[in-house]
């Protein structure tokens, strides 16, 4: 799954390949790891009160890809808590379906009304050569859980002629065959949000959809055709096999086991935006892709960080006597 695709809920469906495979799977972690418990890194941090609060770095991965990375003392905190605050609330119907309508279109709008011809064309290609390899591109333990290639496909990219350019292009990106495969297990986040629900914790959210779907709808129009182009080439390239991705996902979650924080944070997905930078740009198109990606940064981190600062520290001040477990994205604070 791409890193951006949390946008797109996708979070709500990841199967690794093999989920019952942990440590020996393919891209597991192969830094220099302990296996003693306590000598595994965390992304834990205590706020020292009574009783203690937390933060903790989760990420947007499938959770049977990392759970067994995080240590103990980070499960134990969760348990401890009694309230529990993640960044949106995904167990709340609402929460679904108010991304679902931030990423449409206005009303009586369409792709095809609105993107250049050419990128339409492109677009529509694309999304017919996804459709055709799904079934290839899942797998055995995938379709032992009943997913079917035509579910999958319609759960991502059905509809997609009725969505916002950006969300199409975020959509292309996560539609590849690495992507694919990771579908039908809960995200760390997710999975989180279901256990807090099952252990009856208290639970809210310290943002609204709006705040984290406004940004990117904010993009002018220039700039969206030019991320979209970009990425039907970069998926063209791909497609041709003249092009291999590096993949982003399978580093991050390399670095999120081995405790890498520095990394995690530093690694150019935290933007959550794929990385046009580094491509071959002419040097008005490298401009565009640096404003796109001040742009973004200045929005999803910057801004936002101090929002949601403010948010915990009301929170913490409003009740003094509650333990709080703050499970927020390691890959975007
Ligand atoms: C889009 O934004 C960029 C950067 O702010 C600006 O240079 C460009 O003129 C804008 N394009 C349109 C069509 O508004
Ligand atoms: C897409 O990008 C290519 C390569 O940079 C450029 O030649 C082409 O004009 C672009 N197409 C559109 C519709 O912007
Ligand atoms: C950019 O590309 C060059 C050449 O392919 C590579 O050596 C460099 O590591 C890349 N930089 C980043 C930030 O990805």
Redesign the pocket.
């Known amino acids: 799954m791409s890193p951006w695709s949390w946008f797109l809920l996708q979070t709500l469906c990841l199967l690794p390949t093999g989920a019952a495979s942990r440590r020996g799977a393919p891209g597991a972690a192969n830094c220099e790891l302990k296996p003693q418990q306590s000598e595994l890194n965390s992304f834990l941090w205590t706020i020292k009160r009574d009783p203690p609060s937390y933060f903790f770095g989760t990420i947007h991965v499938p959770y049977t890809r990392v759970w067994d990375f995080i240590p103990d003392n980070s499960k134990e905190a969760f348990l401890q808590s009694n309230t529990v605050y993640f960044e949106l609330d995904l167990t709340d119907p609402y929460t679904i379906s108010a991304l679902t309508s931030c990423q449409m279109l206005p009303q009586g709008e369409n792709l095809q009304d609105v993107l250049p011809r050419d990128i339409y064309c492109r677009l529509k290609r694309h999304l017919e050569y996804v459709k055709l390899m799904m079934p290839l591109w899942m797998t055995p333990d995938q379709r032992g859980k009943g997913l079917y290639a035509d579910y999958l496909f319609n759960a991502i990219a059905g509809n997609w002629e009725r969505k916002r350019p950006v969300w199409v292009m975020l959509m292309v990106n996560s539609l590849t065959e690495v992507d694919v495969k990771s579908r039908g297990v809960p995200v760390l986040d997710l999975f989180l949000a279901q256990e807090a629900e099952r252990l009856r914790k208290q639970t809210g959210a310290v943002e609204k959809v709006e705040e984290q779907c406004h940004p990117l709808n904010g993009l002018?129009?220039?700039?969206v055709i030019f991320a979209l182009n970009q990425t039907l080439l970069q998926q063209e390239s791909l497609r041709a096999g003249s092009l291999k991705i590096p993949y982003t996902t399978e580093d991050l979650i390399k670095h999120y086991n081995c405790g890498d924080l520095s990394s995690v944070i530093l690694s150019h997905d935290s933007s959550q935006v794929p990385n046009f930078i580094n491509a071959t740009l002419l040097p008005q198109e490298r401009i565009t892709a640096q404003?796109i990606d001040s742009y973004l940064r200045r929005e999803l981190i910057y801004k936002r960080n101090e929002r949601i600062g403010k948010r915990v520290k009301a929170l913490l001040e409003e009740f003094p006597d509650k333990g709080f477990f703050f499970a927020f994205g390691a890959a975007s604070q």
């Open positions: 002018n129009f220039s700039q404003e």
